[in-house]
């Protein structure tokens, strides 16, 4: 059995309190299904690993829970084997998943640019989503502040790029916007964009406004549309805003 880890670990100092912490490796635009490792696409652009943003850009220090820019911290090495020690010194642990009032608090503040504002607009959208992303939950539509955001981030996408329309189309559908979705959705798109737009389009036709999984890569399929794609590549980096 191979000592290595199946996504190696990037070890990043904190710029708040200078002790470390560790994320996967982005995982390359183009790739999927590296077996046993369960990565789910939803129809929000969300793509998911082990229940957590797959590739996030911002996350919470697990030692201050400082709110931290990945991309803005430096790199001190990679951790590749699963019995590797880190010898960098100091505290070293994985990083933490901000939540709901860490996004909401961030915009309030100002996100610092138009780009960060996007990423926090949408991973708000994306954690206010998690409630109901179980086919058995009972958590209700979106609220009033819920849908302000989900309005703000709409506003933030151009409808000239293929991504950023998706995107939108699937606001709207969340929103019960099924006409501006249906509209948005009939423009040609990049062949990397048909699954995800497909899953979307099936839900517009029969008036469903729940964020639903479009594809699982490796692991065993959860919850799947009926009529959906089955082990469909993603649209990588679809919903992403990338920093630096
Ligand atoms: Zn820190």
Not at 48 to 56: L, V
Not at 128 to 151: H, L
Not at 215 to 223: A, C, H, N, Y
Request: charged content about 25%; proline content about 6%; some cysteine.
């Amino acid at each position: 059995m191979s000592n290595m880890l199946p996504r190696t670990l990037v070890v990043r100092r904190c710029s708040a309190c200078r002790d470390f912490l560790y994320h996967y490796r982005r995982r390359e635009e183009s790739v999927w299904v590296p077996l046993f490792n369960r990565y789910i696409l939803w129809t929000d652009g969300k793509i998911s690993y082990c229940d957590r943003i797959a590739d996030p850009e911002l996350v919470l220090c697990p030692h201050c829970r400082g709110l931290l820019w990945v991309s803005e911290l430096e790199c001190h090495g990679k951790i590749h084997g699963l019995w590797q020690r880190w010898e960098g010194g100091g505290k070293l642990a994985c990083y933490r998943e901000p939540g709901v009032r860490d996004y909401t608090d961030l915009l309030e503040q100002g996100a610092g640019s138009k780009v960060k504002e996007h990423y926090a607009r949408l991973a708000l959208w994306w954690a206010r989503n998690d409630a109901r992303r179980r086919p058995s939950s009972k958590a209700p539509g979106p609220g009033f502040r819920e849908r302000t955001n989900m309005t703000a981030l709409a506003e933030l996408l151009d409808e000239a790029d293929a991504c950023h329309r998706v995107v939108k189309a699937e606001l709207m559908r969340e929103l019960g916007l099924l006409e501006g979705a249906r509209a948005l959705l009939a423009t040609p798109l990049d062949p990397t964009l048909l699954e995800l737009a497909h899953a979307i389009g099936a839900l517009v036709a029969v008036g469903d406004t729940r964020v639903a999984e479009v594809g699982t890569g490796g692991g065993p399929p959860g919850k799947r549309l009926a009529d959906g794609p089955q082990g469909a590549p993603p649209a990588a980096g679809c919903g992403f805003t990338r920093q630096g």
